[in-house]
């Protein structure tokens, strides 16, 4: 068992660090604050290779990874977490969903461009009436020239606008229950598919939030992802990879908010010295850096274990479970100890903590991890 990056992987972190720092932080409120989604900066991410992270080369990736991967969504989170989450849901949403069940004609015609970075991709499985439970999916795909006719919406998308690519499930055969749910792939520009509603968000409001409509979308076929009654099956092992994203971006933000206490504690003076040497600001210090350090151990854990071909169900839900409950409460201790001017715009910490509060939201609330976790240990 390792429990440091290998040199290969440390170069990995500190080439996405430079850029973060670099390209993104210069950027970080003036995003935030007019809601911009800098799809000026996707050629650059693709440059990089992290638009296809673990995709391997035949198919336009960077064949690295998981641990890789989760190095680089932390990085990216570190500066700035919208930029972390479109990484996350572009790769491990989308694209890993055509990676993992598409057939070799759909990998050719839509992995490869969205790994290489040429096209955007987006994931939708949340509805109005469909968020924790996700198997009470009402879009509908009915069989009808050869191909299907799909009816619905999904909310909460990202990249729902920009998205070149979007891979939606909908209900084939209610009477199958989950197992009459089927994958899509849906192409911009289609007749019958279009993004609606932008969200205005409290936290990572640089990332494109948005809802998408399907009003009689004719699809062929061949834009059946998978078999028939088995899309909501495949978006549950599709989330065991992206929970670990939510951690890895949870992991990041709790990391630049905690070093940005550091630093304001080396720096405010009160009664005569800075305020780094009272105690109670060195106690909530240390339990930061605790509670970011046991994160990174289940987050780096959950990533190895995938990388070795394992089922990560339980220990993907336990990175993400702890790690945004963490990243909520490292934040807002952020907060605290830079006081008045921590509630203010002007120091970096009240972004991080209007971000971290979606990593216990999405890819599964809190609450659906417990559970998730539970009947892991049940089966037992």
């Not at 989760?70 to 989450?85: A, F, K, M, N, Y």
């Not at 998308?157 to 209610?174: E, K, M, P, Q, S």
């Amino acid at each position: 068992m390792e429990f440091e990056l290998s040199e290969e992987q440390q170069q990995v972190k500190a080439s996405v660090r430079e850029f973060a720092e670099g390209e993104i932080a210069p950027h970080v409120m003036e995003w935030d604050e007019t809601q911009h989604f800098p799809v000026e900066l996707l050629p650059k991410l693709a440059e990089l290779g992290l638009m296809g992270v673990i995709f391997p080369e035949d198919y336009g990736g960077a064949a690295l990874g998981y641990v890789e991967y989760v190095t680089i969504i932390e990085e990216l989170s570190r500066v700035d977490g919208s930029v972390g989450i479109s990484v996350a849901a572009h790769n491990s949403l989308c694209s890993n969903h055509i990676y993992m069940f598409g057939t070799e004609e759909q990998k050719r015609k839509y992995l490869v461009p969205l790994a290489q970075g040429e096209h955007l991709g987006a994931w939708g499985l949340t509805e109005a009436s469909a968020g924790s439970d996700a198997s009470g999916t009402r879009s509908t795909a009915v069989r009808q020239n050869g191909g299907w006719v799909v009816n619905g919406s999904k909310n909460f998308i990202t990249h729902a606008i920009h998205a070149n690519t979007l891979v939606a499930v909908a209900v084939t055969d209610r009477s199958k229950g989950n197992k009459g749910i089927t994958a899509f792939l849906f192409e911009k520009g289609m007749k019958g598919f279009a993004p609606s509603k932008k969200e205005n968000k409290l936290g990572l409001r640089a990332s494109e939030t948005a809802s998408v409509v399907f009003e009689d979308c004719y699809l062929p076929d061949e834009n059946r992802l998978g078999d028939e009654g088995m899309g909501f099956i495949q978006a549950m092992q599709v989330l065991d990879g992206g929970r670990i994203s939510i951690a890895a971006l949870a992991l990041g933000i709790a990391q630049g908010a905690y070093e940005s206490a550091v630093r304001y504690a080396k720096e405010r003076e009160q009664f005569g010295k800075p305020i780094a040497e009272f105690q109670a600001i060195q106690f909530k210090l240390a339990d930061m850096a605790v509670q970011i350090e046991a994160a990174r151990l289940l987050t780096y854990r959950a990533a190895y274990l995938k990388d070795q071909g394992k089922r990560v169900t339980k220990e993907s839900s336990m990175a993400k479970l702890y790690a945004s409950e963490m990243s909520v409460k490292v934040c807002e201790e952020a907060i605290q100890i830079h006081g008045g001017y921590g509630y203010t715009k002007d120091y970096p910490p009240e972004k991080y903590w209007r971000d971290s509060k979606l990593c216990t939201i999405g890819e599964g609330t809190s609450e659906i991890q417990r559970l998730v976790i539970a009947r892991q240990l049940l089966r037992q």
